[in-house]
């Protein structure tokens, strides 16, 4: 398997280590490979194919077993998140109004696809379903923050101040 995300990885000796003896001390535990990727992110915050690789050899299992868990379940990343985590709405008021249109302006902007992560590792982008500000549609946010009434014009100017 090749590496998914254009951000290198960049783990520790120490955060290895964790993992490592985490692993050594409950290989034997019923349900073992979900609970691994489980701590495996939270070591690391995602599961890049060398901490997948890592679990699959202490746990004498297949990479593919391990990548099938960890790419089945939405709860798994395998892209770093960023610094800056920007989710779009595409719920039903979001999207009438042109939450799309935010969307493809970001994705331009940035040149990443949902799901994925800038190559300086600033930005992640995301959509979502609904983030109850259905009256400030079409919304994105920031870190948390909402930015409301989007056009899609304001896109380049938001981002600027986080850089």
Partial sequence: MKRTSAVPFNGTQAQETELREWLRENKNVKGVNMLALQKAQEIYSYLPI????????????????????????????????????????????????????????????LKIEEGHTTPDGKFSLETCRCVGACGLAPVMMINGEVYGRLTGDEVEEILSKYN
């Fill in 50 to 109: 060398e901490v997948q690789t890592m679990i699959a050899e202490e746990l004498n299992v297949s990479l593919e077993e391990i990548y099938g868990i960890s790419t089945f379940y939405a709860m798994f990343r395998l892209e770093p998140v960023g610094k800056y985590q920007i989710s779009v709405c595409l719920g039903t008021a979001c999207y009438v109004k042109g939450s799309d249109k935010v969307l493809e302006k970001i994705k331009s902007v």
